[in-house]
């Protein structure tokens, strides 16, 4: 890397403004990027205050989250860090600017990411497995994406987000991406009391924060564990996680001598008439007793406000320094509590007319008649006066990994299937608002992945669990992501006169786990109406390969003939019979159903209602041998219109070359 851009690396460490600032974030962290920048290499910090407001930190309160991440910068400006190369980006302010770049990078990286990966980067937040919240899943696949985002060549961040690190390594590997980011992880110092493998910032005596008094530095070093000798062996693994090297002393005296002065180059040790150059000999030196703990502690009080002392002036004498710190220190001795006002994208505030809302089916490898039948029973429920909204999950489908995520191919399913819709029933489409999902999350990207992000604060994830479509199971990131997505949606759709959900079985836990989070933030509750797509399979369910057993909406004369030709159809069997559900279908869209007939036989007959045709088909009168003949005239005379359009159309021509090659090359896998 060094090699390829001598002078021109990117290195990124993210930091989540949650309140002080301790030593390691301080001058550790200054140490460290002064010795990148002086390598060559532009440092970006992420002010992470999207993941702050994951992590219920300030009280959720996004403003008061950007206010700390102002004393962070603040605190760096003072503490001794080479700003010529350094840059300071606020994730919520650039995820906003660049939201199809930043969301369409995260929602791959949760498609190709099982939740048990994602799960294993939780212990960046600290959090066990049985206590996560959906919205916790959710941070790792937004830290990994950051990585991308920034373009950066290395992390430099601490230990303890090596995981997450390497879920970025992992990811390229998914991707096919060649140049993976380096690691530069950094150890975690220990806290100053027994037994802490790091410094916690709910517990103020753990560390040296940047602007304590030099009373305060004093008395916590004097209060300071201090061992010369390992005491115990129980420290758990997952503590040795937290470091690069062994350490049986974790010596918190010793660990702020090793990275804090030592780090400083030149830096020497002096005590009594011996002079130290190494950590190493120091540390030798106390453990056999030739340094005292007073010693030690002595010279690390002095040194530490010398570090210190620059902060403090910034802070007493800089006004808007002052003020900010006042309002932090303030904030932490409040019990700050997450704002009740609701965060959302709203796409119909402006009218009192009830939404009735209809989310289109997945895409797939083609658009069955079935599936699109079943869409046009659910718009015309519509009641007159309404919005009716035909809802394109286009994001969701990408993160899904519909026909392969690809959004090339996703929109072609989409646009074949609009233009199915219009052809066949333009009337009913006259009165539709077709809204795709990403142009619409584009219109207010913050306000909706705010709300996608509170969802997933109030949810389980067990919750989200429980409420995925009917039969699956929770394997994937993408799953966890998609379900807060859909209650982003249903909260963008629900207008002043309220919402009805129209929909198959496919979403109706989605829209019940939406209709719980309405309910949870005052939000009117949806009305759900279950509208099942007709059951138009030319064979019983688990018969026949389903490109051969469903008619599809591009399908030529010859392949509808075929399909036709060997379709169920028992003599008098109208329990189970499709092409009975098909004239019922062509009826309802106004079309004829005329069977004909040698006169001997009946001679034609043209039907006007499906019951007459199930009384002749039971008395014998209608016979399969004249039934499929008639259907595939049907059918025929019906695609005639989408034919010709597809014919004519280039952008039609394209989607469905598209979907033609993503299911050759599915089948090439097989």
Same mark, same amino acid.
């Given at each position: 890397?060094?090699?390829?851009?001598?002078?021109?690396?990117?290195?990124?460490?993210?930091?989540?403004?949650?309140?002080?600032?301790?030593?390691?974030?301080?001058?550790?962290?200054?140490?460290?990027?002064?010795? =990148?920048?002086?390598?060559?290499?532009?440092?970006?910090?992420?002010?992470?205050?999207?993941?702050?407001?994951?992590?219920?930190?300030?009280?959720?309160?996004?403003?008061?989250?950007?206010?700390?991440?102002?004393?962070?910068?603040?605190?760096?400006?003072?503490?001794?860090?080479?700003?010529?190369?350094?840059?300071?980006?606020?994730?919520?302010?650039?995820?906003?600017?660049?939201?199809?770049?930043?969301?369409?990078?995260?929602?791959?990286?949760?498609?190709?990411?099982?939740?048990?990966?994602?799960?294993?980067? =939780?212990?960046?937040?600290?959090?066990?497995?049985?206590?996560?919240?959906?919205?916790?899943?959710?941070?790792?696949?937004?830290?990994?994406?950051?990585?991308?985002?920034?373009?950066?060549?290395?992390?430099?961040?601490?230990?303890?987000?090596?995981?997450?690190?390497?879920?970025?390594?992992?990811?390229?590997?998914?991707?096919?991406?060649?140049?993976?980011?380096?690691?530069?992880?950094? #150890?975690?110092?220990?806290?100053?009391?027994?037994?802490?493998?790091?410094?916690?910032?709910?517990?103020?005596?753990?560390?040296?924060?940047?602007?304590?008094?030099?009373?305060?530095?004093?008395?916590?070093?004097?209060?300071?564990?201090?061992?010369?000798?390992?005491?115990?062996?129980?420290?758990?693994?997952?503590?040795?996680?937290?470091?690069?090297?062994?350490?049986?002393?974790?010596?918190? =005296?010793?660990?702020?001598?090793?990275?804090?002065?030592?780090?400083?180059?030149?830096?020497?040790?002096?005590?009594?008439?011996?002079?130290?150059?190494?950590?190493?000999?120091?540390?030798?030196?106390?453990?056999?007793?030739?340094?005292?703990?007073?010693?030690?502690?002595?010279?690390?009080?002095?040194?530490?406000?010398?570090?210190?002392?620059?902060?403090?002036?910034?802070?007493?004498?800089?006004?808007?320094?002052?003020?900010?710190?006042?309002?932090?220190?303030?904030?932490?001795?409040?019990?700050?509590?997450?704002?009740?006002?609701?965060?959302?994208?709203?796409?119909?505030?402006?009218?009192?007319?009830?939404?009735?809302?209809?989310?289109?089916?997945?895409?797939?490898?083609?658009?069955?008649?079935?599936?699109?039948?079943?869409?046009?029973?659910?718009?015309?429920?519509?009641?007159?006066?309404?919005?009716?909204?035909?809802?394109?999950?286009?994001?969701?489908?990408?993160?899904?990994?519909?026909?392969?995520?690809?959004?090339?191919?996703?929109?072609?399913?989409?646009?074949?299937?609009?233009?199915?819709?219009?052809?066949?029933?333009?009337?009913?489409?006259?009165?539709?608002?077709?809204?795709?999902?990403?142009?619409?999350?584009?219109?207010?990207?913050?306000?909706?992945?705010?709300?996608?992000?509170?969802?997933?604060?109030?949810?389980?994830?067990?919750?989200?669990?429980?409420?995925?479509?009917?039969?699956?199971?929770?394997?994937?990131?993408?799953?966890?992501?998609?379900?807060?997505?859909?209650?982003?949606?249903?909260?963008?759709?629900?207008?002043?006169?309220?919402?009805?959900?129209?929909?198959?079985?496919? #979403?109706?836990?989605?829209?019940?786990?939406?209709?719980?989070?309405?309910?949870?933030?005052?939000?009117?509750?949806?009305?759900?109406?279950?509208?099942?797509?007709?059951?138009?399979?030319?064979?019983?369910?688990?018969?026949?390969?389903?490109?051969?057993?469903?008619?599809?909406?591009?399908?030529?004369?010859?392949?509808?003939?075929?399909?036709?030709?060997?379709?169920? =159809?028992?003599?008098?069997?109208?329990?189970?019979?499709?092409?009975?559900?098909?004239?019922?279908?062509?009826?309802?869209?106004?079309?004829?159903?005329?069977?004909?007939?040698?006169?001997?036989?009946?001679?034609?007959?043209?039907?006007?209602?499906?019951?007459?045709?199930?009384?002749?088909?039971?008395?014998?009168?209608?016979?399969?041998?004249?039934?499929?003949?008639?259907?595939?005239?049907?059918?025929?005379?019906?695609?005639?219109?989408?034919?010709?359009?597809?014919?004519?159309?280039?952008?039609?021509?394209?989607?469905?070359?598209?979907?033609?090659?993503?299911?050759?090359?599915?089948?090439?896998?097989?």
């Amino acid at each position: 890397l060094l090699q390829k851009k001598p002078d021109s690396f990117k290195l990124y460490d993210g930091f989540e403004p949650s309140g002080r600032m301790h030593i390691a974030q301080g001058v550790f962290k200054a140490i460290n990027v002064n010795k =990148c920048t002086k390598a060559g290499g532009t440092f970006v910090f992420w002010v992470a205050d999207w993941f702050a407001l994951m992590n219920d930190k300030m009280g959720g309160d996004l403003d008061k989250i950007k206010i700390v991440g102002k004393y962070l910068i603040e605190v760096w400006k003072a503490g001794g860090m080479d700003m010529s190369h350094v840059k300071f980006l606020w994730s919520s302010d650039e995820i906003s600017a660049h939201a199809k770049e930043y969301w369409g990078q995260a929602l791959d990286i949760a498609r190709r990411s099982t939740l048990a990966r994602i799960k294993k980067c =939780c212990q960046i937040m600290g959090r066990k497995e049985d206590t996560l919240t959906a919205a916790q899943i959710l941070y790792p696949i937004m830290q990994c994406t950051d990585i991308f985002f920034l373009k950066a060549d290395i992390c430099q961040l601490g230990v303890d987000q090596r995981k997450v690190n390497m879920l970025a390594r992992d990811y390229c590997d998914s991707a096919g991406i060649k140049a993976k980011p380096v690691i530069l992880s950094h #150890h975690m110092l220990y806290g100053l009391k027994a037994g802490q493998s790091k410094m916690s910032k709910s517990d103020p005596d753990s560390a040296i924060f940047m602007e304590d008094s030099a009373e305060d530095v004093e008395r916590k070093i004097r209060n300071a564990y201090c061992p010369t000798k390992p005491e115990s062996a129980s420290k758990v693994a997952e503590d040795d996680e937290m470091h690069l090297v062994k350490d049986d002393l974790m010596n918190p =005296c010793l660990d702020y001598l090793r990275y804090i002065l030592f780090a400083v180059e030149g830096y020497t040790f002096k005590a009594g008439d011996k002079v130290y150059t190494t950590f190493q000999d120091a540390r030798a030196a106390f453990v056999a007793g030739e340094i005292s703990e007073t010693v030690l502690k002595d010279h690390l009080i002095v040194e530490i406000n010398l570090l210190l002392e620059p902060v403090r002036q910034h802070f007493e004498q800089d006004a808007n320094a002052k003020q900010i710190l006042a309002q932090v220190t303030q904030w932490k001795k409040e019990n700050l509590t997450a704002p009740t006002s609701l965060s959302r994208l709203e796409l119909f505030s402006s009218s009192s007319k009830p939404v009735f809302a209809v989310f289109a089916p997945l895409p797939s490898e083609a658009v069955q008649l079935e599936t699109l039948f079943g869409v046009l029973n659910r718009l015309k429920r519509a009641p007159a006066g309404s919005q009716c909204v035909l809802w394109l999950e286009d994001w969701s489908a990408s993160t899904l990994g519909k026909v392969g995520g690809s959004e090339a191919y996703i929109r072609s399913f989409y646009e074949l299937l609009l233009f199915g819709l219009r052809t066949l029933a333009p009337s009913v489409m006259e009165c539709v608002q077709v809204r795709w999902q990403g142009e619409a999350i584009l219109t207010g990207p913050s306000e909706y992945m705010i709300s996608v992000i509170n969802a997933g604060r109030r949810c389980a994830l067990e919750t989200v669990r429980i409420h995925l479509p009917s039969g699956e199971s929770l394997e994937y990131a993408s799953q966890v992501f998609a379900s807060l997505m859909h209650v982003g949606d249903v909260f963008a759709l629900t207008g002043n006169g309220g919402i009805t959900l129209c929909c198959d079985s496919y #979403h109706a836990n989605l829209h019940r786990l939406a209709s719980q989070n309405c309910e949870a933030v005052g939000l009117k509750l949806p009305e759900v109406a279950l509208v099942e797509a007709p059951a138009l399979r030319l064979m019983q369910q688990g018969e026949g390969v389903e490109v051969d057993v469903n008619i599809m909406l591009t399908d030529r004369d010859v392949e509808v003939n075929k399909k036709v030709k060997k379709a169920f =159809c028992e003599p008098g069997n109208t329990s189970f019979c499709p092409l009975i559900s098909w004239v019922s279908e062509l009826l309802e869209l106004g079309q004829v159903f005329t069977v004909s007939r040698k006169p001997e036989w009946g001679g034609d007959k043209t039907y006007t209602n499906v019951a007459e045709v199930q009384s002749d088909f039971v008395s014998g009168d209608l016979h399969p041998g004249d039934l499929k003949p008639a259907m595939s005239k049907a059918i025929n005379a019906l695609l005639e219109g989408v034919r010709n359009g597809l014919k004519d159309q280039d952008s039609l021509k394209k989607a469905q070359k598209d979907l033609e090659a993503f299911t050759k090359s599915q089948q090439k896998k097989k």
